[in-house]
């Protein structure tokens, strides 16, 4: 049975970071893309970063040069370093594989940003 856990949310301040992380379990991790996505309160779910398994990204634009997506397939980790954090990134980010149409999701971790 998949199963993909995220961690590292928090409330933080504006321009302030975290680190999220995701740990995947029942599944070949490092021959799958990881992605992660995030939902924020009255919208869609929306794509922020994917990582192929060979180690290529794609970022979302309003991301980009922000957020740093990783994955260390020795631990079946993937990460999402998210840098100079807005109120506009609060949301619930979301790990999800295989990428770029998943089967199967965590059930988030929230972040929230003050401004």
């Known amino acids: 049975q998949v199963q993909l856990v995220e961690s590292g949310g928090g409330l933080v301040q504006a321009g302030g970071s975290l680190r999220l992380s995701c740990t995947a379990s029942g599944m070949m991790f490092r021959i799958n893309a990881m992605g992660w996505y995030r939902q924020a309160p009255g919208k869609q779910r929306e794509l922020v970063a994917g990582?192929?398994?060979?180690?290529?990204?794609k970022y979302a634009d309003s991301v980009k040069g922000r957020f740093t997506i990783s994955r260390d397939n020795a631990k079946n980790q993937a990460y999402l370093q998210v840098n100079a954090l807005t109120p506009e990134d609060t949301a619930v980010y979301y790990c999800?594989?295989?990428?770029?149409?998943?089967?199967?999701w965590g059930q988030g971790t929230q972040v929230t940003v003050s401004s």
């Open positions: 999800a594989a295989p990428w770029p149409i998943p089967n199967y």
């Open positions: 990582i192929y398994s060979g180690g290529s990204t």
